[in-house]
């Protein structure tokens, strides 16, 4: 059972307009999540994080916005340049359970394509 | 850069050979990982460890075993190599509190035919 799913494969966008990618979760035990990056043969990268106490949480041109009662989270990137071009995943951890390790759990990915 | 080595980089073996793939961090980080990307199916943890000695295992650790002997260190081994276990295999580390992101190796791709 996929935990945490992120039901668009791709998105693609126009550089300088907003990307949005969308993530849904289903354990309700998550409290701590996140987005990375992953660029072709190289190891995803860390991109911004958001605690269930927050429901907004933003760095430079990225956004994250968590809505717990419908178990949804979304990255916001403002504006969009060419160089985000990449697979980004969402992730999430049951911190407060205090045996999860520090485990992720990640969706399936969305590949954005920014169109000069 | 969180100071994380896999090696190999490029693997390919043949079905039922055993196959070990290490990771090696610089900076005696306790808790250490081992994810797998598939397509599809994003970034599956296979097994994770939270000190020497210490391990678990993820949601798919069928076929798999790890080892970590000393800190810097985690092995990864698929004992009879399938084709299902083509994939690309990632380590991570955690380098702060539980609070914190982890942090990815390049992968190694491995493919077994």
């Known amino acids: 059972d996929q935990q945490v799913k992120q039901n668009s494969p791709s998105l693609s966008v126009q550089e300088g307009r907003i990307s949005i990618l969308n993530c849904d979760y289903t354990?309700?035990?998550?409290?701590?999540f996140l987005w990375y990056k992953k660029y072709p043969a190289e190891g995803p990268t860390f991109l911004i994080s958001?605690?269930?106490?927050?429901d907004k949480n933003e760095d430079g041109r990225f956004t994250v916005f968590l809505n717990k009662s419908a178990k949804h989270l979304s990255l916001h990137i403002v504006p969009s340049q060419p160089g985000d071009s990449a697979v980004y995943f969402c992730?999430?951890?049951?911190?407060?359970?205090?045996?999860?390790?520090?485990?992720?759990?990640f969706g399936q990915g969305t590949i954005l394509t920014v169109h000069p | 850069d969180a100071g994380i080595t896999q090696s190999p980089r490029h693997k390919v073996t043949e079905t039922g050979t055993p196959v070990t793939l290490r990771c090696h961090q610089t900076?005696?980080?306790?808790?250490m990982y081992w994810y797998r990307q598939d397509p599809g199916h994003g970034l599956r943890l296979i097994h994770y460890?939270?000190?020497?000695?210490?391990?678990d295992k993820g949601e798919v650790s069928d076929g798999y075993s790890v080892s970590r002997s000393k800190t810097e260190d985690f092995l990864l081994t698929l004992e009879s190599a399938t084709s299902s276990q083509t994939s690309v295999y990632f380590c991570?580390?955690?380098?702060?509190?539980?609070?914190?992101?982890?942090?990815f190796g390049n992968g190694t791709r491995l493919t077994v035919t």
């Open positions: 991570a580390i955690r380098t702060a509190g539980t609070r914190s992101p982890l942090h």
């Open positions: 354990n309700s035990m998550f409290d701590y």
């Open positions: 958001i605690s269930s106490i927050k």
């Open positions: 992730a999430a951890s049951d911190l407060a359970g205090g045996t999860s390790y520090g485990k992720l759990t």
């Open positions: 900076e005696n980080h306790r808790y």
């Open positions: 460890s939270y000190g020497v000695k210490d391990t």
